[in-house]
């Protein structure tokens, strides 16, 4: 088979699984369109922020939940920004773990906390992962000389 | 860090959003001032309004949204964010306000809870993030009724 239709026919898989499966949203779609022949990698400089922000926030809200005593508005902060950050670039899984986490926060529960923290890191690299091989896929497709459908 | 770019040509609102009929259809020249102190949504919203023409300049927080006013300038459309570090979208909204600032001004923010006391600080609208294109286009609808 022609190694371009090949690598659409994966993208095409990869991306509609990504969607299936929850990890983004319409959101992504948002970004997608704003990319353009003047813009060509906003969608990678975007999510590349984002992987660069969910990381320091991670690190941080694992730091702080260490704490002896834990600092709650520090840690709801922190929060509030993943939220934030991945509910803009469509990573939903990441943000709907965020929604519990905040409740925990707000009760002061710990367990809550901890478990919540697990599940985001879980959540993210997940997306990490997916968000990492559909670039990949895309650059080797226009490796190939094809291109790739724009919203 | 990402300043608006000056001599950018004015765009059509109609071009953008296939299929929506009730997109403006004159030449726009508005101007936006995107308060964020999200990296992320700085170039998201930088992009949105660009998009569509708009030129729009970002700052990082209320204080940099009042200090720009200071120093002379005006915006059609103010897009405020509302928790943000030195200086809240509340606050930054009521000192705006109180300098005499008539700019639409519309809060984007991920917090309802506060979304009253947000809008009595002088909002003409608001808007639950994240924006989206058909979003910014409500308001810019508004924009052009009240101007």
Redesign the interface.
Known sequence: MDVVVQLQRQLADHTASLFHEGFLNE?FN??Q??Q?ES?PD?VV??VS??FE?SERLLNELAKALEQQAVDYKKVDAHV??L???S????AQRVQGVCIPFRNFCEEQNIEGCLKCLQQVKHEYSLVKNKLETLFKLEQQLIAAGGSFPTL | MLKSKTGMEDGFLSSVGAGDSTMLEAPTKITALVVDD????Q??HH??LD?LGIRNQVVRNGKEAIDVHCSGKNFDLILMDM?MPVMNGIEATRKLRAMGIRSMIAGVS?NTREREKFMEAGLDDYQE??L??SKLVSILHKVHKDG
């Open positions: 959101q948002q970004l369109q704003l353009d813009n906003f400089e975007v922020l984002f922000d509030h920004q939220k934030g950050s509910s803009s670039i469509g | 999200d990296t992320i949504n170039m998201f992009r949105l998009n928790e991920t993030k994240p989206t294109t």
